[in-house]
């Protein structure tokens, strides 16, 4: 499957928090369900503990797993199967914060291969469609046993009041590194790039629809996995160099995150061509028409989700629209992770 792929809604259900109709209203074809507040988007990943649950199934029955193990380059080219392998070494996600997630963090790489026998961590960033107050990083630290207490005890407002509290606004992002605890705010649409892990540890769950103390930690216990999160004081300039304010091309996401992944929000009047990568695109706004290498037309509006696999080659982008193109890191030298050049 070497053409352009435009992608349905993969929201699964019944999750631990509300949200789901921001989704249905932009893509136009969402998920009625309730609690269906994430599209798993050109998703190889499944959800924790899950078989299959969260895998994007293509067309023909087959999934988007399958398909990048059978066919490696096809989809993701020889200079990325060079470095990683066939490993997609991305996730993106759309997430309707239909009210005020918990308080959590997400495990880096060593952690995860050691302690959970993973390839990846869990590096996430935010492009804002929809504002609101996002909550990231303690402002002064905290010891281990006062974050022991504020869990035992579930003091949400002493915990959020000991973060740094940022307002973002559409088209804003937030990078979000492996272990710094964060909260996205209720009301909050936005489109999200990962890691392809499924790996959360919580902090906070009362008034959550989840059990904490027994699925909060990973299966690892709260001893073990609470040595993945960073309990060091982040002053308020290292937190805004996770911010990106109004970002567009090749400033869309803080530099930080591009050994992890790549985006470059693109507004387009005439056409716009984009050199062969795997990726995955979000309209954001406006209608238009991608064409591939090979001839092959879809046309696009605002809420598509489009599947490009490398070999497509070049691909052109034309219309009056706004597109999100969430890409993979660059290799360098077969090794994990690679600035963007400038």
């Known amino acids: 499957m070497t053409h352009p792929l435009l992608l349905a809604a993969n929201q699964p259900a019944n999750r631990f928090y509300e949200g789901g109709s921001k989704i249905a209203a932009f893509r136009q074809n969402g998920s009625t369900q309730p609690r269906v507040p994430e599209d798993w988007v050109g998703s190889s990943t499944t959800l924790f503990g899950e078989r299959t649950l969260g895998l994007t199934t293509l067309a023909d029955g087959r999934t988007l797993r399958e398909e990048i193990r059978d066919h490696p380059l096809e989809w993701l080219g020889e200079d990325h199967v060079r470095a990683f392998g066939a490993d997609s070494k991305l996730l993106v996600k759309l997430l309707d914060a239909g009210e005020r997630l918990p308080v959590h963090a997400h495990p880096g790489a060593a952690f995860a291969r050691e302690h959970l026998g993973r390839d990846h961590g869990k590096a996430e960033a935010w492009y804002i469609l929809e504002g609101g107050t996002v909550y990231i990083g303690f402002r002064a630290g905290i010891s281990d046993l006062e974050l022991q207490r504020l869990m035992e005890q579930q003091d949400s407002e002493a915990m959020l009041e000991s973060m740094h509290r940022i307002d973002v606004r559409p088209g804003d992002s937030v990078y979000v590194p492996p272990g710094l605890p964060h909260a996205i705010g209720k009301g909050i649409f936005l489109v999200e790039l990962q890691e392809p892990e499924d790996l959360s540890i919580l902090l906070e769950w009362k008034g959550f629809e989840i059990d904490g103390p027994s699925s909060g930690h990973l299966g690892l216990g709260f001893a073990t996995a609470l040595q993945a999160v960073d309990t060091g004081s ?20 803080s530099q930080g995150s591009a050994r992890f992944f790549l985006a470059e929000r693109t507004d387009i009047a005439e056409e716009a061509r984009f050199a062969a990568s795997f990726g995955i695109i979000v309209v954001l706004d406006g209608i238009g028409e991608l064409t591939d290498a090979h001839g092959q037309s879809i046309p696009l509006s605002a809420g598509d989700t489009v599947l490009v696999p490398h070999g497509c080659g070049e691909i052109a982008v034309r219309g009056l629209l706004s597109i999100l193109r969430c890409l993979p890191p660059m290799p360098a030298d077969g090794h994990e992770g690679a600035a963007r050049p400038t």
């Not at 911010?243 to 996401?253: E, H, Q, Y």
């Open 234 to 253: 982040w002053s308020d300039e290292e937190i805004g160099g996770l911010v990106m304010r109004d970002g567009r091309d090749s400033v869309t996401l």
